[in-house]
Nanobody, 124 residues
Framework: VQLQASGGGLVQAGGSLRLSCAVS????????VGWFRQAPGKEREFVAA????????SSADSVKGRCTVTRDNAKNTVYLQMNSLKPEDTAVYYC??????????????????WGQGTLVTVSS
């Protein structure tokens, strides 16, 4: 499974961005696709995830109500729509795939494959 994240950029506080994660290769085994982020000097943290087949989702409390994760199976793409962005949302955002389980884990080590990150910068 290969993943390619895109869509990051510079946005003002209160603005919106939609990140995309293109999934290729053995997409039938990418059971869960998750979004994580890592701010400078901080550990990588879970943002949201979706099951590839059923569309079941989960999101972190820090983004709940502001972020929505969706997937387009025809395009093999998972999206992260982020609204009401805050400066503390500034980070490199990564998408990742878990091929082992249909459970949505928030742990970094539960995900087998990672894409390169895309930088999101929110100015105040």
């Amino acid at each position: 499974v290969q993943l390619q994240a895109s869509g990051g950029g510079l946005v003002q506080a209160g603005g919106s961005l939609r990140l995309s994660c293109a999934v290729s290769g053995r997409t039938d085994s990418a059971y869960v696709v998750g979004w994580f982020r890592q701010a400078p000097g901080k550990e990588r943290e879970f943002v949201a995830a979706i099951t590839w087949s059923g569309g079941r989702t989960s999101s972190a409390d820090s983004v709940k109500g502001r972020c929505t994760v969706t997937r387009d199976n025809a395009k093999n793409t998972v999206y992260l729509q982020m609204n009401s962005l805050k400066p503390e949302d500034t980070a490199v955002y990564y998408c990742a795939a878990d091929r082992q389980s249909l459970v949505i884990w928030a742990r970094v080590d539960a995900y087998d494959y990672w894409g390169q990150g895309t930088l999101v910068t929110v100015s105040s």
